[in-house]
């Protein structure tokens, strides 16, 4: 066990980033929340901020102009944003998400470029894998790439691209070797100036409304060849890879918007007078933020235990992101609706903050891998004999 990455307490490093993240949402993002929802425009003002700080791609490293924050403080960021906007949390998430292929597996070359400029703040970064057709089964790709002398030719359409037309730079996974399978599959670099590039409408979402999210149309896109991201053949790995260590950050969404409303439920149900008292002190209700409370730590040491196996690289690392983001996501749901549940009528209603909390938690349990899919990863981790070190 690395020393690190403790389960049952911070250090003070970490908890200075909790502290100015924290700063920074109360002053920038949680005071345009709602407006952001309301109007289901991009968090403009929060993107701002957080690049301002350099914290919209913490993951990068010191070596390409990044902050270099381990996994733990990433995830340690993007939870306290999702406490107060989800949409604005997806900032950090999606970067990670869209520049990790790269970090992962690019040339350095090619990490010097995008990296650079993600760290730079002089664009954002965004993942190109689902289809029409390839949702959950991610390998069933159309998207083909054609080699056509130095170049590479892009055609066919990603879906559910989150931030699509936002983003300046995507991951995008396409077929080269249609004969191969998923071995066939190589990850590209697109930029959205590239000629060919087009994006579909914004999809109208129950959720997350300030994160738009969009086809991205690929017409005969031609990219250099440079842009290939490490091997021919090995983009499916490299998907695969990035979403063991990417699922960790949507448990950490999940654990910042169920903390947010756990946090609003509390306040509220100290304030709220029925029966001539605060109905905090209803034994009833108390079981109800009892169990809010003891789920969202439960989340979050889980969530901070795969951190842990995230940076560390470790052989259970698949098992515990597929864990943490389960369990979070459920969570998330739950803790969300049980809060609308404290605050009554008025939770049901925009001029409260729980119910937004819980129509963003909701896609927690559904992006990066649906719930029922991270229980099949889990199982066939357990069946293959991974052992936890604990």
């Known amino acids: 066990m690395n020393s690190d990455f403790p389960y049952y307490g911070l250090s003070d490093e970490h908890q200075a980033v909790r502290e100015a993240v924290r700063a920074i949402c109360a002053a920038k993002v949680a005071p345009f929340a709602a407006a952001v929802d309301e109007a289901s425009r991009f968090p403009r003002e929060a993107e701002e901020a957080l690049r301002a700080a350099d914290f919209h791609a ?4 010191e070596a390409y102009g990044g902050a270099g924050a381990d996994a733990l403080a ?29 970090q992962l597996g690019g040339s350095e070359p090619l990490k010097q470029k995008y990296l650079g400029r993600l760290a730079a703040g002089e664009g954002g970064f965004s993942y190109g894998l689902s289809e029409p057709d390839a949702g959950s089964d991610a390998a069933d790709q159309k998207t083909r790439a054609v080699r056509d002398g130095d ?8 879906r559910w691209v989150t931030n699509a037309g936002e983003s300046e730079y995507y991951t995008v996974l396409a077929v080269t070797d249609p004969a191969q399978g998923s071995r066939g599959m190589s990850a590209f670099v697109v930029e959205r100036s590239d000629e060919g590039v087009s994006f579909g409408a914004a999809e109208k979402k129950l959720g997350i409304k300030g994160s738009p999210t969009r086809e991205v149309h690929l017409d005969d896109v031609r990219i250099p060849g440079d ?28 654990v910042g918007v169920a903390q947010g409303a756990l946090d609003y439920a509390l306040e509220y149900a100290k304030e709220r007078q029925q029966f001539g008292r605060a109905i905090a002190e ?16 439960a989340a979050r040491q889980l969530t901070y235990a795969a951190a842990g196996r995230s940076e560390r690289g470790d052989s259970d690392l698949t098992f515990f992101g597929a864990a943490a983001k389960c369990f979070a996501s459920d969570v ?9 549940q404290v605050l009554g009528g008025y939770g049901y209603t925009r001029d409260y ?4 909390m819980m129509r963003d938690a909701k896609l927690t349990q559904i992006y990066e891998g649906t719930n029922q899919v991270q229980r099949i990863v889990m199982a066939r981790e357990l069946l293959a004999g991974v052992q936890s070190d604990l």
């Open 58 to 61: 913490p993951h990068v490293p």
């Open 74 to 102: 990433t995830v340690i960021v993007i939870e306290e944003i999702a406490r107060v906007d989800v949409s604005a949390s997806l900032i950090p998430v999606v970067n990670k998400l869209g520049s990790l292929p790269v």
């Open 151 to 158: 170049d590479w030719v892009l055609s066919g359409t990603k």
């Open 227 to 254: 842009r290939l991201i490490g091997e021919e053949g090995k983009g499916f790995e490299y998907a695969m890879r990035t979403l063991d260590h990417t699922r960790i950050t949507i448990a950490a969404q999940a």
């Open 282 to 297: 209803f034994q009833g209700l108390q079981y109800l933020l009892a169990e809010m409370g003891m789920k969202v730590e």
């Open 332 to 340: 998330a749901m739950e803790v969300t609706t049980n809060a609308v």
């Open 353 to 356: 903050p729980v119910e937004r």
